[in-house]
């Protein structure tokens, strides 16, 4: 099944704890993306990557770091996580079509929790 | 950038249609405009995409304006299984957003 996988799902941390939220695609799509959701906001995009070792900001990149090592796989990594990190994050992936006809594809999302 | 706005929030009767409004009177002529949902406690789904003329397939149709600087989504028979918050955006290029959308209530 064509799918995005994030993992946790759930997680609750304390501040300054490093953690990585994983994300993998077995679609071989180039583009890959993370976003946040936070109440009344929408879903604001923190990083994407247009394919392996390439990688840019979105909206929101602050306290967040990424890496495209291999074409499936799109970690997101909070180096020192902070109670406003908290936070439902979702990871995407679709093919890259210069039509902008490209179409998401969303994982189920991970609730993150910094206390 | 391309921005859109949409109501905050519709309502609709089981069975009845619901029509979505989107405005992007911003888009430029290339840029198609899509549609996604996302139910409650769900990742966001695709819906449809067009890019002048209408567009349909079995979750929905798309009406797009002549002048493309607004589009409808169509929910011909809404159940309550549509009940979400849908989104419009111009996926132009990659770095993208989604604003905060339309949040769908179908009572039964």
């Known amino acids: 099944e064509a799918q995005v996988t994030q993992n946790p799902r759930y997680l609750i941390t304390v501040t300054g704890k490093k953690l990585t939220v994983t994300c993998s695609q077995n679609?071989?799509?180039?583009?890959m993306s993370w976003y946040r959701q936070d109440p009344g906001l929408g879903l604001r995009q923190i990083y994407y990557?247009?394919?392996?070792?390439?990688?840019d900001k979105g909206d929101v990149p602050e306290g967040y770091k990424v890496s495209r090592k291999e074409k499936r796989n799109f970690p997101l990594i909070l180096e020192s996580p902070s109670p406003n990190q908290t936070s439902l994050y979702f990871c995407?992936?679709?093919?890259?079509?210069?039509?902008?006809?490209?179409?998401?594809?969303f994982g189920a999302g991970s609730r993150l929790t910094v206390l | 950038d391309a921005k859109t706005t949409q109501p905050n929030s519709m309502e609709s009767n089981e069975e009845e249609p619901v029509h979505l409004p989107c405005n992007h009177s911003?888009?430029?002529?290339?840029?198609?405009i899509h549609w996604y949902r996302q139910l409650p406690s769900q990742g966001p789904e695709y819906v449809i995409h067009?890019?002048?003329s209408n567009v349909n397939n079995r979750m929905a149709s798309l009406a797009i304006a002549e002048d493309r600087k607004s589009s409808t989504l169509i929910l011909h028979r809404a159940t309550l299984r549509d009940a979400a918050v849908y989104y419009c955006?111009?996926?132009?290029?990659?770095?993208?957003?989604f604003g905060a959308g339309t949040t769908v209530t179908v009572r039964a």
């Open positions: 995407a992936s679709s093919l890259v079509r210069g039509s902008g006809a490209n179409v998401l594809t």
């Open positions: 679609m071989n799509h180039e583009y």
């Open positions: 990557s247009m394919n392996v070792e390439v990688t």
């Open positions: 067009g890019l002048t």
């Open positions: 911003t888009i430029s002529g290339t840029d198609y």
């Open positions: 955006i111009p996926p132009r290029d990659y770095k993208l957003s």
